[in-house]
């Protein structure tokens, strides 16, 4: 079976900063993988580059065997962090949604293209706010919807950068199940970039750590450990004594 | 005072403002939602370079005009996608280099005066048959260009990297909007004026942005207030013998306030 990502010393620099370094990795299809690291550790750069945003300096990067330039954006689906959109635009729910089908701001719909919209809205439970402008939606709805644009055209590899951010904890154990039963019943590949460990225990099948360089992709179960953590977590140049003993007993 | 409204100039205004206040308004909506409303002055200003160029050369300004504001709006364009600066900075740059032109071209000329006033503030007298074809071009290619462009411009005013990631040519589409919207300044210079072009092109977005739902809405709001502000700036300017961008552009001010005060009480 074909991989769903495969990297070969993947570099990216911010004028003369590495975001990431050498990054190597091969994840199978079907997997529910999350990323997790500091700040500034290369997480959301490394999304966009599969999403086909930005462009690596050097190495190779293949998504179900094929380069990110010729792949279709049918089989991607990209879900960035909501602080990136722009609630001012002048827009309802749906047309959110029936944006990732039409790939464009279309002017017109089918009426099937809005069938199936409202099918994955009614999915969600966010069917009752599809008509609503942008600017009305709560972050959770919000994030529900940016869901559903991705989700309707029923990618095969699902990308999502920190989709928890600025929700309360029910919205998001409710979204980290649908994005799980998604995966499941889908058999969707996905990646999901996350400040949250226990929800990255609890909902995901994979962990990548990452620090600009991989610190370790494999199952949860081995991942939090404190050589790990720390290797992850604390700065080479400062001699910081941090302790997870808590976080590896997630 | 009504036998002006049998004249030639008045048609061929009246032509003109029509065709520019579709335009010019539909795009001032990508102009008011991309926050860049400083594209339009920096293109007019420009298109002075461009004028002052053409009549130090004693040829037909508008020839001179559109080919000089267009390479300025590809400079603009590539500054923007290769620098980190930012747009009002590069738009500001560029806008001072096109003035500094356009005075240094002027004084190269004797007695330019009249048709530098001209093309700064406006005038319908000024108006002549090409710019009513120049319009009408324009207007054809506006209208062939929204089928093709208006989903894709929408989705990248929308979210430019979503647009990216959905392999849409957002770069070159930048271009083809970028240089229509140098066209569509340059042709309104005349009836309009330099100074007031950015006024012209933004203020029927702002109010369509007040009133409006949906970027769908925006767009046929803006045109439908483009035009009819147009003419009715253009009749009433007529009518009290005033510049008519000014008297257009203060018409679409008053028009905007209302709103503005209507919305705020409602």
Not at chain 1, 37 to 59: D, E, H, V
Not at chain 2, 79 to 98: H, P, R, V
Not at chain 2, 218 to 228: D, E, H, S
């Amino acid at each position: 079976m074909i991989n769903a990502i495969e990297t070969k010393d993947l570099n990216f620099r911010y004028g003369n900063i590495n975001a990431l370094e050498n990054i190597n990795l091969i994840i199978p299809q079907e997997k529910f993988v999350s990323i997790l690291g500091p700040n500034g550790s290369g997480k959301s750069t490394f999304l966009r580059i599969l999403a086909g945003i930005i462009k690596p300096n050097s190495g190779k990067i293949k998504v179900f065997g094929q380069s990110i330039d010729e792949i279709s954006s049918d089989l991607i689906g990209y879900v960035p962090q909501i602080k990136t959109l722009d609630r001012n635009f002048p827009a309802i729910a749906i047309e959110l949604v029936l944006s990732g089908l039409n790939h464009r701001w279309a002017l017109n719909s089918t009426n099937e293209q809005k069938d199936k919209a409202n099918f994955v809205l009614e999915q969600l439970n966010a069917i009752s706010y599809s008509k609503k402008p942008l600017n009305q939606l709560s972050g959770g709805q919000l994030q529900r919807i940016y869901l559903a644009r991705c989700l309707v055209r029923e990618p095969q590899l699902l990308l999502l950068d920190e989709p928890a951010t600025g929700i309360d904890m029910i919205c998001e154990t409710n979204l980290n199940g649908i994005i799980q039963n998604f995966s499941k019943v889908k058999r969707t590949s996905i990646l999901m970039v996350t400040h949250d460990w226990t929800s990255a225990y609890e909902h995901t099948e994979d962990v990548i750590l990452l620090n600009r360089k991989l610190i370790y992709y494999g199952d949860k179960k081995n991942a939090f450990s404190n050589e790990n953590l720390m290797q992850t977590f604390s700065h080479p140049q400062h001699h910081h004594h941090i302790t997870f003993g808590n976080l590896s007993n997630v | 005072m009504f036998e002006i409204f049998i004249l030639p100039f008045f048609y061929r205004a009246l032509i003109i403002i029509i065709l520019l206040g579709f335009t010019a308004s539909y795009y001032g909506v990508f102009i008011v939602q991309r926050k860049m409303s400083f594209l339009g002055s920096g293109l007019a200003h420009s298109a002075f370079g461009g004028v002052a160029l053409g009549i130090l050369l004693s040829v037909q300004p508008l020839i001179i005009a559109i080919p000089f504001t267009l390479l300025f709006a590809i400079f603009i364009s590539y500054f923007q996608e290769k620098s980190n600066l930012s747009s009002d900075t590069i738009i500001g740059i560029f806008f001072s280099i096109a003035v500094s032109l356009g005075i240094i071209f002027l004084s190269l000329k004797e007695n330019y005066t009249t048709d530098a006033f001209t093309y700064l503030f406006g005038s319908l007298l000024s108006v002549q048959l090409i710019d009513v074809w120049t319009s009408i071009i324009l207007t054809i290619l506006t209208t062939f260009t929204f089928f093709k462009y208006w989903s894709r411009w929408t989705y990248a005013t929308f979210d430019y990297e979503l647009a990216i990631a959905d392999k849409l040519p957002v770069r070159k589409d930048n271009y083809i909007l970028n240089s229509l919207i140098a066209i569509t300044v340059v042709v309104s210079i005349k009836i309009i004026g330099i100074i007031l072009i950015s006024a012209y092109i933004v203020i029927p977005g702002a109010i369509a942005r007040l009133l409006s739902k949906t970027f769908r809405q925006m767009t046929i709001l803006a045109i439908i207030i483009g035009v009819v502000s147009g003419i009715i700036g253009l009749l009433i300017s007529i009518l009290v013998d005033l510049p008519s961008g000014a008297v257009i552009v203060l018409f679409q001010s008053i028009l905007m306030i209302s709103v503005f005060i209507f919305k705020r009480e409602k």
